[in-house]
């Protein structure tokens, strides 16, 4: 019993110490990973945009179905950007691999702008909501003038 727990802990040890490229088979698959997370995010931002924009009409409990899938697909596309996935199919500058703390300040930058505009959604406010969305696409903007190819 006690050895079975001690393989448990290692195992689990293991796996939280794994790098995240190791969760994918191939570079190819992060990339095509992190790719696909960040277009089912502009997908639903791009909707919460048309009502802020007053493209369609603001529907609240809409912005806030999208804001919620927003903020939750953006804990994902991170761990697609581990070692060896520099090169192939992407629009990543060297930048991400080279200036690791400024990506990761912006990840998180951007989920808590994520956060609030899911909150200002909920409030059923459109001023709020505009806002909110202003503030976050901009920082969707800034790391993509930062680390993304033109
Ligand atoms: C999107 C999308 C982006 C950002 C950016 C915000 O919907 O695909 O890249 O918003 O345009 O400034």
């Known amino acids: 019993m006690k050895h079975l727990a001690l393989a448990t802990l290692a195992a689990a040890t293991l796996f939280t110490a794994?790098?995240?490229?190791?969760?994918?088979?191939?570079?190819?698959?992060?990339?095509?990973?992190r790719r696909s997370a960040l277009f089912v995010m502009g997908q639903h931002f791009?909707?919460?945009?048309?009502m802020a924009q007053g493209?369609?009409?603001?529907?609240?409990?809409?912005?806030?179905?999208?804001?919620?899938?927003v903020a939750s697909m953006a804990k994902l596309p991170w761990a697609g950007f581990g070692p060896g996935t520099d090169s192939g199919?992407?629009?990543?500058?060297?930048?991400?691999?080279?200036e690791t703390e400024k990506f990761k300040g912006g990840q998180q930058k951007m989920q808590e702008e994520l956060a609030?505009?899911?909150?200002?959604?909920?409030?059923?406010?459109?001023?709020?909501?505009?806002a909110a969305f202003g503030d976050a696409g901009k920082t969707?903007?800034?790391c993509h003038e930062h680390f993304k190819k033109k």
């Open 116 to 130: 609030k505009l899911a909150t200002a959604a909920k409030s059923g406010n459109l001023d709020q909501l505009k």
């Open 18 to 33: 794994l790098p995240a490229a190791a969760q994918f088979q191939k570079p190819e698959d992060a990339i095509k990973y």
């Open 140 to 142: 969707c903007k800034g």
């Open 89 to 98: 199919d992407t629009n990543a500058l060297p930048e991400v691999w080279l």
């Open 46 to 50: 791009g909707r919460i945009g048309a």
């Open 55 to 69: 493209k369609v009409p603001f529907d609240a409990a809409a912005a806030a179905a999208n804001a919620d899938v």
